[in-house]
């Protein structure tokens, strides 16, 4: 969806324009005035000849020609009718400003349906209801009440949030960050923030792509074109309120264990959609990627005129994970040539606080050259005989240089270095207020860099028995059950590729023994009925059974207690199954998120899931890479590869797993949760085994 | 030791004043003049007759009275002949803002401690060298370098970088934040952190201690005074660079499990310091702990005019885990009564973008007077009709009210809130720039809180045979050796209560198979030698025997396979011992850091410590509820207390295991390292046994 005719429309109908001070028909007439756009406005007010010296229109009507963008800002009950108007003109494109629609209640949102089928059936575009407007510096368009027209800039921003916004704007203006365009989304009954993001991905003025969601309307189609954008531009999100996916009432682990942003975490990371905590985190992250390259990788060189900030630099690189970077030989000798004795020739580099701005720029440009550095962050505190000034401009010199590696600056202070900080700013240096800030900027960098060059997304797809698997649940919807039982949650999996215990049911306990014997021992006894789920809670599993008498003094055991316990349930006998030993339980999960699909879960079975909730999750369907970098993500998976002596177990086996579970919910939307637990795994070459597994399905 | 002769002096020598601008005996003389100094300054330099009106001395001798205090700001190598004029003259207190001592290396050091040892013996206080200086505000004293006088406040800061200091001043006087000393310790070489630690304690004018610091001079002392301290005072404090303790090669668990942050962060846990890890962070913190009454409790309600924003405050509260009050319904039905029918009456209460000042003060007493909330935190974005400066003046009136509930500010924006958030300043309401600081803010106070209020600590000391242990260490020494072999090693176990595992060391198979019998099956059989640490490594741990038979394979097997492995080694039989089975094991141990004593740790045993690294750890000597609390931090405290269905552990005996192993090593300072591992711990009311133990000593 183009929005151009939002950004830069030849002429404007502001309905519901108003003459007097203070309301919102005003200061948007006034903004955009005062703005300088050069395009024609319309005030439409049947009630004014003119406002502000420009003719009012009693109607769109009127006017005599389309107007390629209108503004509405009368009441919520008359929008219906202005929007029917504007069909009948001929509009193409409108900001309902107008607040009263869905977030007020049920009779607001009936309004909003009216509105948006309106557009629909005329082809009109909206954005809002319920919003600030639109702005974009460079056509000097301001159609919002957000306050004055900001600089000229990068940044693309979009907000659920229009009060939000407001001090967005505000706090940009004081601090002359610069945008290309802003959107506030408001209601986005049309326009939603994926149209949005999808345009600021095709303009040209936009580098960055920076908002504030609270929801997405389409979770698929926004992972895919995110995915997409930020091959070529990052987008930085701020993202308030959990789903409330993870706070229903889950059956399997994978439900429980997958928290209400869960769900976001994986999109984002699927995305390569950095993550912003808070306003000032995104500002500072957004004005690095808008106006530094981007580093070849995560080795951190810092220059200092004092110890105490450098150490805290230092400190907080190796706290979030990136690599201080080791300077090369050539590197500290060149610098020992030329800087006083009692410098640090060492990462980091302190040029002393009687440094001037050229032993700066002498130490910047050596750092630079040096090939183990990636990015440089310089430090300076206000002392007797600093240049802040002087020294800024050198940074500015250096930045723009044909090294290409990211420069960021953080001068301590205010007053001192206000001066110092403006020449950084306009020569396009990021500046922070503290190392720590400066560092979590640089962590983002590097974080992208990571995504951005990880290897080609490839899926692999599996031969599998997909008929069998439609048959079963098509049965279980026929039959009007949810949950698939044993037996044929198993047949599921065969038919996916997993191996699963070899046994059979017996409804005596010579049947039992006679199965056993034939399975060989030891074996495991599970109690066989449709209407118990937890079989361990009322003894309904016994394990390791080394002999036929032990086989039948466990099933008599079962058929005598547990149906004192649940006298209502249907005992149809006893499972007797091989038992799985000498591997490692893991578990394999899904839990279907309603807004954004399958989400992959792995984790270690047994007390580790239970305990220490050491389970990843991943958005499916899963690469051959991702599926093990599910394990690698887990706490435990140095257990896997094998401690102390001890053998590790078949990782190749365990990702593989993860596919072919990826591979079966994506192509069976209706099964809705499902883990795999135990899935045994022995050493490398051996078979892995799916001993039990938990499906339930829902009709979509 | 008082410091009152540094911050309110009666006059003060200048050493080194000089005319030139630009150098530092100039600054700091027109530092003193400007901030409107009350005493008498005396400009020491002979080559001048005056300088800035002042009359000027040629020596300290001709002054005719002795200064209160005096600055030295002359080059390093006059300084100790200086100082011997100080001495003479009778001066009590002494500056030394010049550089070029300890930290230029070694010349630098021989210059410091002569300087030194002149003060000690005139019984002179010196705060340097290579320090920033002193200032004072309520007494109009500015002995530095470092910037403007800043206002008056009631924070006192102390730091160990004056380049660091000069920039926060900077940044101070920009945000109108006050303070009531300022103090750069510099090189520290006799005033150190804890002498201004402890000066602000009882400085009356100080409400809260804020610095920086480097390293801490006297681990102990600054453990128990900064405890003491924080008991009515709130210490701040940012921390850079490691102790290097952690990277010492460590022989134990412990010692390798001990990161080089660890000690710091015991050190701030048991003294109640708060710690900051950025500047911003301080002045958010130093703000409200300044300014603010501390909360009762963790409850928090949030006040907006806009969804955005209190969202964005609701997830920092979850995510930093205070809790987010739940109105009472007489509250709410209050706030229902008199606020539109489209605000949040619970919490977040909205009080919609419309909000007029009036509404926020209405909805701020009312919350203010529910009994479920601590703390309120009221968020504000300019919008069209948005008051800031009325809201701001509302909150100041109600924060002066009888409530005693402290309110925190967040008024997004920047120009839009400006005014506003100047009376906010000048009313003492805490104002933040983002809702995320503002909570992290209030997590402080919370922390604070919770430390201020636990239960007296009472350490229990345990009936032992301390001169038991007193003899199998001497003996070490005597012999020169540093580890103490397992025999011993339990023997100090036993002397302090502990019970170990029955056995005893055979010599050949047959012998090894009787002890065996005596003992009962199953019994463990290690082979037995002072020069073989690693046992098991070398296959000289043998577990699980249950009959002769397997006693004496077992035996023979070592001693033909071991001294195939280690030829050298003295081998002097097998120990045989009744296995410890059915308990958990857990591991006990004890690092000695070279600042702080003896870092208690706890953590579950073999592949949970090896792998997950799930360990606590605590400063000796621990009460119960410490030793407890070390418990409770792990990850799998669950475990131990047993999870579904499994019988839990004996949490009270691991305790007082931790507690008698405190004991020990408070009473052996000795003793630099020691694990026990395995601790066998079973159901409650079972004995718990420490079946292994390593202990190395070293003389002090």
């Given at each position: 969806?183009?929005?151009?005719?939002?950004?830069?429309?030849?002429?404007?109908?502001?309905?519901?324009?108003?003459?007097?001070?203070?309301?919102?028909?005003?200061?948007?007439?006034?903004?955009?005035?005062?703005?300088?756009?050069?395009?024609?406005?319309?005030?439409?007010?049947?009630?004014?000849?003119?406002?502000?010296?420009?003719?009012?229109?009693?109607?769109?009507?009127?006017?005599?020609?389309?107007?390629?963008?209108?503004?509405?800002?009368?009441?919520?009950?008359?929008?219906?009718?202005?929007?029917?108007?504007?069909?009948?003109?001929?509009?193409?494109?409108?900001?309902?400003?107008?607040?009263?629609?869905?977030?007020?209640?049920?009779?607001?949102?009936?309004?909003?349906?009216?509105?948006?089928?309106?557009?629909?059936?005329?082809?009109?575009?909206?954005?809002?209801?319920?919003?600030?407007?639109?702005?974009?510096?460079?056509?000097?368009?301001?159609?919002?009440?957000?306050?004055?027209?900001?600089?000229?800039g990068v940044i693309g921003?979009?907000?659920?949030?229009?009060?939000?916004?407001?001090?967005?704007?505000?706090?940009?203006?004081?601090?002359?960050?610069?945008?290309s365009?802003?959107?506030?989304?408001?209601?986005?009954?049309?326009?939603?923030?994926?149209?949005?993001?999808?345009?600021?991905?095709?303009?040209?003025d936009t580098k960055v792509i920076?908002?504030?969601?609270?929801?997405?309307?389409?979770?698929?189609?926004?992972?895919?074109?995110?995915?997409?954008?930020?091959?070529?531009k990052p987008?930085?999100?701020?993202?308030?309120?959990?789903?409330?996916?993870?706070?229903?009432?889950?059956?399997?682990?994978?439900?429980?264990?997958?928290?209400?942003?869960?769900?976001?975490?994986?999109?984002?990371?699927?995305?390569?959609?950095?993550?912003?905590?808070?306003?000032?985190?995104?500002?500072?992250?957004?004005?690095?990627f808008a106006?530094?390259?981007?580093?070849?990788?995560?080795?951190?060189?810092?220059?200092?005129?004092?110890?105490?900030?450098?150490?805290?630099?230092?400190?907080?690189?190796?706290?979030?994970?990136?690599?201080?970077?080791?300077?090369?030989?050539?590197?500290?000798?060149?610098?020992?040539?030329?800087?006083?004795?009692?410098?640090?020739?060492?990462?980091?580099?302190?040029?002393?606080?009687?440094?001037?701005?050229?032993?700066?720029?002498?130490?910047?440009?050596?750092?630079?050259?040096?090939?183990?550095?990636?990015?440089?962050?310089?430090?300076?505190?206000?002392?007797?005989?600093?240049?802040?000034?002087?020294?800024?401009?050198?940074?500015?010199?250096?930045?723009?240089?044909?090294?290409?590696?990211?420069?960021?600056?953080?001068?301590?202070?205010?007053?001192?270095?206000?001066?110092?900080?403006?020449?950084?700013?306009?020569?396009?240096?990021?500046?922070?207020?503290?190392?720590?800030?400066?560092?979590?900027?640089?962590?983002?960098?590097?974080?992208?860099?990571?995504?951005?060059?990880?290897?080609?997304?490839?899926?692999?797809?599996?031969?599998?028995?997909?008929?069998?698997?439609?048959?079963?649940?098509?049965?279980?919807?026929?039959?009007?059950?949810?949950?698939?039982?044993?037996?044929?949650?198993?047949?599921?999996?065969?038919?996916?590729?997993?191996?699963?215990?070899?046994?059979?049911?017996?409804?005596?306990?010579?049947?039992?023994?006679?199965?056993?014997?034939?399975?060989?021992?030891?074996?495991?006894?599970?109690?066989?009925?449709?209407?118990?789920?937890?079989?361990?809670?009322?003894?309904?599993?016994?394990?390791?059974?080394?002999?036929?008498?032990?086989?039948?003094?466990?099933?008599?055991?079962?058929?005598?207690?547990?149906?004192?316990?649940?006298?209502?349930?249907?005992?149809?006998?006893?499972?007797?199954?091989?038992?799985?030993?000498?591997?490692?339980?893991?578990?394999?999960?899904?839990?279907?998120?309603?807004?954004?699909?399958?989400?992959?879960?792995?984790?270690?079975?047994?007390?580790?899931?239970?305990?220490?909730?050491?389970?990843?999750?991943?958005?499916?369907?899963?690469?051959?890479?991702?599926?093990?970098?599910?394990?690698?993500?887990?706490?435990?998976?140095?257990?896997?590869?094998?401690?102390?002596?001890?053998?590790?177990?078949?990782?190749?086996?365990?990702?593989?797993?993860?596919?072919?579970?990826?591979?079966?919910?994506?192509?069976?939307?209706?099964?809705?949760?499902?883990?795999?637990?135990?899935?045994?795994?022995?050493?490398?070459?051996?078979?892995?085994?799916?001993?039990?597994?938990?499906?339930?399905?829902?009709?979509?």
């Open positions: 969806m183009s929005l151009e005719s939002f950004f830069n429309p030849e002429s404007i109908a502001v309905v519901g324009a108003s003459r007097q001070k203070g309301k919102v028909g005003y200061e948007i007439l006034v903004n955009m005035i005062e703005a300088g756009y050069e395009g024609t406005i319309y005030p439409v007010n049947p009630k004014a000849d003119t406002i502000e010296g420009l003719k009012c229109y009693p109607d769109l009507k009127s006017i005599g020609n389309i107007p390629d963008l209108v503004v509405i800002i009368i009441p919520a009950k008359f929008v219906a009718a202005m929007m029917q108007q504007c069909a009948k003109v001929g509009v193409k494109s409108v900001i309902i400003i107008t607040a009263g629609f869905k977030e007020v209640g049920k009779e607001g949102r009936e309004l909003e349906k009216q509105v948006v089928n309106i557009a629909r059936q005329a082809g009109i575009k909206v954005i809002g209801p319920n919003c600030l407007g639109v702005i974009a510096p460079a056509n000097k368009l301001n159609a919002s009440f957000g306050g004055d027209l900001p600089a000229e921003y979009l907000s659920q949030s229009g009060a939000l916004l407001a001090a967005i704007l505000d706090m940009a203006n004081a601090g002359s960050i610069g945008f365009k802003l959107v506030s989304i408001g209601n986005k009954a049309d326009v939603d923030e994926l149209d949005v993001i999808k345009a600021f991905g095709e303009d040209r920076a908002g504030y969601l609270e929801s997405i309307t389409d979770g698929n189609a926004f992972v895919n074109q995110a995915e997409r954008i930020s091959h070529y987008i930085l999100l701020m993202k308030s309120g959990g789903t409330q996916a993870g706070a229903q009432a889950a059956s399997s682990h994978t439900g429980s264990l997958a928290g209400s942003e869960t769900a976001y975490e994986c999109v984002f990371e699927r995305a390569g959609i950095i993550r912003c905590d808070s306003i000032k985190e995104q500002f500072d992250y957004a004005q690095a106006d530094q390259p981007l580093p070849a990788g995560p080795s951190v060189a810092v220059i200092t005129n004092a110890g105490g900030p450098g150490i805290m630099a230092a400190d907080a690189i190796e706290r979030v994970g990136l690599s201080f970077a080791k300077l090369a030989d050539e590197t500290i000798q060149t610098l020992a040539s030329r800087l006083p004795a009692a410098a640090n020739f060492n990462n980091p580099v302190d040029v002393l606080g009687d440094a001037l701005a050229d032993r700066y720029e002498f130490a910047l440009d050596v750092v630079l050259g040096d090939p183990n550095v990636d990015i440089v962050l310089v430090l300076l505190t206000p002392q007797a005989m600093t240049e802040p000034v002087a020294t800024a401009k050198a940074l500015v010199k250096l930045g723009g240089g044909k090294r290409n590696k990211p420069i960021l600056a953080c001068f301590l202070g205010a007053e001192k270095v206000r001066d110092g900080v403006k020449v950084l700013r306009q020569g396009k240096i990021p500046q922070y207020d503290a190392p720590e800030s400066a560092v979590a900027t640089i962590k983002a960098m590097a974080d992208y860099v990571r995504w951005h060059t990880r290897p080609k997304r490839v899926v692999k797809l599996f031969p599998v028995n997909r008929r069998k698997v439609e048959n079963i649940i098509e049965r279980h919807f026929r039959q009007n059950v949810r949950e698939i039982g044993e037996t044929e949650s198993k047949e599921i999996l065969e038919a996916y590729g997993f191996v699963t215990p070899k046994g059979s049911v017996a409804t005596t306990a010579g049947q039992a023994a006679n199965i056993a014997q034939q399975l060989g021992f030891p074996v495991v006894l599970k109690i066989w009925s449709p209407d118990i789920l937890h079989k361990s809670d009322v003894g309904g599993v016994q394990v390791g059974l080394n002999s036929e008498k032990e086989v039948k003094d466990a099933f008599d055991l079962m058929m005598y207690r547990i149906p004192k316990k649940l006298p209502d349930a249907d005992i149809l006998g006893v499972l007797v199954q091989e038992m799985c030993s000498g591997g490692k339980e893991v578990i394999l999960g899904m839990n279907r998120d309603p807004h954004f699909g399958p989400l992959m879960m792995f984790g270690m079975g047994g007390i580790m899931v239970e305990v220490l909730k050491d389970v990843s999750f991943y958005l499916a369907p899963l690469t051959a890479e991702e599926a093990k970098q599910m394990l690698i993500n887990t706490r435990t998976y140095h257990m896997l590869k094998g401690v102390r002596g001890q053998e590790g177990v078949d990782i190749e086996i365990i990702a593989e797993g993860l596919q072919r579970l990826s591979q079966l919910v994506t192509e069976f939307p209706q099964i809705q949760e499902m883990d795999i637990n135990p899935y045994v795994v022995g050493p490398a070459g051996t078979t892995a085994i799916a001993v039990d597994a938990r499906i339930s399905v829902e009709q979509v």
